[in-house]
């Protein structure tokens, strides 16, 4: 399918709305003035020294979600563009595009999507044929980035359109603003008629239903609009409607004494039993994330200023209490050891009443003097201290991790490059869980033996959201390593979906070839080297306001 090259869209800053949030009091966009556009120089206007990109400096962060993410043709198909910034193409980049362009899937002779993987050696398709959302959004960022908007507004309309669907597992109706896993076109040759099944959870190993689709959906939706400054699909009744309907889901009130969403296990990335139910670090970042793309894209109509009101609250508490008690340094860790339990009043100091016997015997020696990173669950008497990379780095992406705990995260994944990258990145959680841990928590899963799959396996996808984690924190040359060891193995390899072993040096043992996200993560991660400006499309600023008050020492001033 040949890339379009003129789309009649507004060049204009896409600030406007969505980054008028940035280091201002989020209260202050309740009363915003209605969408105020300016023209803000583009990163082809700009210098490197003036943007402050990061290649040697340590606060390179600060300009991008203010600048303006444009969608030009990138890497493939424009040795302009990688002259101008001094980077030779690899050769594996214009065979990934023509791999992630035969994952193309069709609706009425419209892209509405790319399938999960395209593995013809494989004997069982599964539900790998299917159009999943958050496998779709590093392929969605591939062709922004790329000047091909299309395709990404033909799936935000589509999923948006799924959504009001009647939702059901046996005899329970699902909330209505659930958005499908996943779902897949049938194409009638006979009749020439397209028609849609899509996948709420109900098919789904476990039949959990996905907590992070609606996020995704939002925090996509929020791309398009930075990339293209065409204001009118988040601004249309459908879009307002899916926003309003996902957060209605979300900002309930029922039981809890978090702020924090409680969830199933398997209801994420992690789609089968890890022993993530609870409260996630994963879907709590991207709950965060996407309540920020949300304040900035709804309408401030009656409605929609109650929302923003809810939002607004809820970001406040969610920050404080993520970037309170989720985080964990060398100081924290220490605190913890040395927890008193039982204890019964308002000033109490081990809230969760975490027993220090039950701190696992491996952190102590992966917890390095310089680091940190938010840990992956916490509940009352349970603390998760596995590491988990994507919701670390959409932590940082969304800045619900402080300017200094983007830091330490960074310091964190090079001072253990070794059992975080290795030779394949990036683990999607450590350490993995094994023996008797293992037969409780997974249930004796095949699937997630140790160091295999979602338990400690290497997911060449997560490549993207590292590369714009690095770039944001000034640490490109982070990226740039990761992004080397991948080249060296991936295409060789025919793009799986995941490598095995401590080191990620096999092939997974069920991996399957020609992994769509897998290939798109690759492009995404090469693009935003290329030209950092992309990094505003999935990078949010600070609120200033909603810093708490962190009075122990932190790890990265020792």
Not at 132 to 151: C, T, Y
Request: aromatic fraction near 12%.
């Amino acid at each position: 399918m040949e890339a379009t090259k003129d789309f009649g869209l507004r060049k204009v800053s896409s600030i406007c709305s969505i980054s008028e949030m940035d280091d201002f009091d989020l209260t202050k966009l309740l009363d915003r003035p209605r969408l105020n556009l300016k023209r803000e120089k583009s990163f082809d206007e700009r210098s490197l020294s003036e943007l402050s990109i990061g290649f040697g400096l340590t606060r390179g962060q600060d300009n991008f979600d203010n600048a303006y993410s444009p969608g030009g043709r990138s890497g493939y198909d424009t040795p302009a563009s990688s002259a101008r910034n001094s980077f030779e193409p690899h050769p594996m980049v214009a065979e990934a595009w023509e791999a992630l362009r035969r994952s193309l899937v069709f609706f009425r002779s419209q892209p509405v999507g790319t399938i999960a993987a395209y593995d013809h050696a494989s004997e069982e398709v599964l539900n790998y044929d299917q159009v999943f959302v958050r496998d779709f959004v590093p392929s969605a960022l591939a062709f922004l980035m790329n000047g091909e908007p299309d395709i990404v507004k033909n799936f935000l309309l589509k999923t948006v359109q799924l959504q009001s669907w009647e939702k059901k597992v046996d005899r329970f109706k699902l909330g209505e603003g659930a958005m499908p896993a996943s779902f897949k076109v049938l194409h009638n040759p006979d009749r020439k008629t397209d028609s849609v099944v899509a996948d709420f959870g109900e098919s789904a190993i476990g039949r959990v239903a996905p907590v992070d689709s609606g996020f995704w959906w939002i925090i996509l939706l929020r791309a398009y609009t930075k990339s293209t400054g065409d204001l009118t699909l988040a601004e249309t009744p459908e879009c307002q409607k899916g926003m309003k309907l996902v957060l209605s889901l979300c900002l309930s009130e029922g039981f809890d004494t978090f702020p924090t969403l409680l969830c199933a296990d398997g209801c994420s990335m992690i789609d089968r039993r890890m022993g993530i139910y609870g409260y996630p670090i994963e879907i709590q970042a991207l709950f965060y994330m996407s309540l920020k793309c949300s304040l900035a894209m709804l309408k401030p109509d009656t409605e929609g200023k109650e929302f923003m009101e809810k939002i607004v609250q809820r970001l406040h508490a969610l920050s404080y209490h993520m970037r309170s008690y989720y985080w964990l340094d060398f100081q924290q860790l220490n605190d913890i050891y040395r927890y008193k339990t039982e204890e019964y009043s308002h000033t109490a100091v081990n809230k969760f009443n975490v027993i220090p016997d039950s701190i696992p015997e491996w952190v102590f020696d992966f917890m390095p003097t310089r680091g940190g990173y938010f840990i992956g669950n916490v509940s009352p008497a349970r603390m998760d201290f596995r590491w988990f990379a994507l919701g670390n780095c959409v932590a940082i992406l969304s800045s619900l991790a402080t300017p200094e705990q983007s830091a330490a995260i960074m310091d964190l994944i090079e001072e253990r490059w070794p059992e975080l990258v290795g030779e394949m990145p990036i683990k999607i959680c450590y350490p993995a869980i094994e023996n008797h841990e293992w037969t409780i928590v997974t249930g004796c899963d095949p699937k997630n033996t140790r160091w295999s799959y979602h338990n400690g396996g290497s997911w060449p996808v997560l490549l993207w959201l590292v590369t714009a984690a690095c770039i944001k924190t000034g640490r490109p040359q982070i990226a740039r390593k990761m992004i080397e060891l991948a080249e060296n193995r991936l295409h060789k390899d025919s793009w799986p979906e995941y490598y095995d072993g401590k080191l990620g040096r096999y092939v997974g043992k069920q991996a399957r070839k020609f992994q769509t996200w897998s290939i798109a993560g690759y492009l995404v991660a090469k693009m935003m080297l290329e030209d950092p400006s992309h990094l505003g499309m999935i990078s949010l600023e600070e609120d200033r306001q909603m810093k708490p008050v962190i009075k122990r020492s932190s790890s990265w001033t020792c």
